[in-house]
C-alpha cells in the first residue's frame, strides 16, 4: 500500500472521527426531545418509540420561548447590522489609507481586539455599562457591536486588496460623492465577504450566554440560550424539556448556516489570499 493511500486513509479517519464528535451530541439532543422521561430513564441512547411533540410546547411555555425569541432576534439583527455597516466602512479607510501612520496604528488596533476575550475586561465593562445605565439590552448591543467590529475589520481590509483602486477613481471623476460611490459601487462587491461575516455574527450573538447573563439584569430581557435556566432546579433537571428548548434555539441558525455555508467558506478563503 502506497504512502498516499495511508495518508487519504488517515485523514479520512481523522475526518469521520471528528464529525462523530459533533454529530453524536446532536443525535442525542434530537432523540431526547422526542422521547417521554420514561423512556429517557431507560435508555438515554435509544430512538424513541414514537415522536412526542408535547416537549416542544411545555418548553415553549416554561421557557416564554417567543418572548426570548424576539429579544434575541432584536439584539442580533440590529447588532450585525452595525457591525457590517461600521465594520466595513472602518476597514475601507484603513484600507485605502494604509500608507499614513495613523491608518496604521488603528489598523493593528484592531487586529489586537481579536486577541483580547471578554473575560478579561469582563468586571470594568459591566461597571462602566451600570455607570451609564446600560445594563439593559442596547448596553449588550454596544458591546457586541465592539467586539464584531475586531474581526469585521480584519477580514474587510484583506478582501478590499482584492478591489482595483481604478473603480473608485472612475466614479469620483463621474462626480459621484464618497459615500455614494462606496455604498452603491464598492459595498455590492463585498458580497462574499459580507454574507461570511453575516452569519459568523449571527451564529455567535445568538448562541452566546456569558455576555446576556452578565448584562441583562430584567428576565423579561433575556435571550434564548438564558432562557435555558428554566429547566434546572436546585436537585434535578427535566432533560427532555431542556432538549427540547435546546433544539428549538440552534433551529434558526442551523438552517441560516445550511443555506449559506458555500457564501461563508468562499468568503473566508477569497479574504485570506487576497
Known amino acids: 500500500m502506497s504512502s498516499n493511500t495511508l495518508r487519504k486513509i488517515g485523514l479520512y479517519l481523522f475526518i469521520g472521527v471528528g ?10 439532543t434530537i432523540v431526547t ?3 417521554t422521561p420514561e423512556e429517557s430513564s431507560r435508555s438515554f441512547f435509544t430512538l424513541p418509540s414514537s415522536l412526542n411533540f408535547s416537549n416542544f410546547t411545555q418548553a415553549a411555555e416554561m421557557s416564554n420561548y417567543f418572548g426570548a425569541f424576539l429579544n434575541s432576534f432584536f439584539i442580533t439583527s440590529i447588532s450585525v447590522v452595525l457591525i457590517i455597516f461600521l465594520g466595513s466602512i472602518a476597514a ?5 489609507n494604509q500608507d499614513q501612520m495613523f491608518y496604521r496604528i488603528m489598523y493593528y488596533f484592531f487586529v489586537s481586539g481579536l486577541f483580547v476575550p471578554f473575560q478579561v475586561m469582563m468586571l470594568p465593562l459591566v461597571q462602566q455599562l451600570s455607570t451609564f445605565g446600560l ?3 442596547w448596553g449588550l448591543i454596544i458591546l457586541y457591536a465592539t467586539y464584531g467590529l475586531f474581526q469585521c475589520v480584519f477580514l474587510y481590509v484583506a478582501y478590499f486588496k482584492s ?3 481604478e473603480i473608485e477613481d472612475a466614479a469620483l471623476i463621474d462626480g459621484c460623492g464618497v459615500f455614494r460611490m462606496y455604498w452603491y459601487i464598492i459595498f455590492p462587491m463585498l458580497k462574499p465577504m459580507t454574507v461570511t461575516l453575516l452569519v459568523l455574527n449571527i451564529i455567535w450573538i445568538w448562541n452566546d450566554f456569558l455576555m446576556p447573563l452578565v448584562i441583562l439584569q430584567r428576565s423579561s ?14 436537585y434535578a433537571a427535566n432533560y427532555n424539556l431542556a432538549f427540547a428548548s435546546y433544539l428549538m434555539v440552534l433551529l434558526p441558525v442551523i438552517i441560516i448556516y445550511l443555506f449559506l455555508q458555500r457564501h461563508i467558506i468562499g468568503g473566508v478563503s477569497d479574504g485570506a489570499v487576497k
Open 19 to 28: 464529525a462523530l464528535f459533533i454529530l453524536f451530541p446532536l443525535y442525542l
Open 33 to 35: 426531545a422526542f422521547k
Open 92 to 96: 475601507f479607510a484603513i484600507a485605502r
Open 135 to 137: 445594563l439593559n439590552k
Open 163 to 165: 478591489i482595483p483602486r
Open 221 to 234: 430581557d433575556w435571550t434564548l440560550p438564558l432562557m435555558q435556566y428554566v429547566f434546572e432546579s436546585q
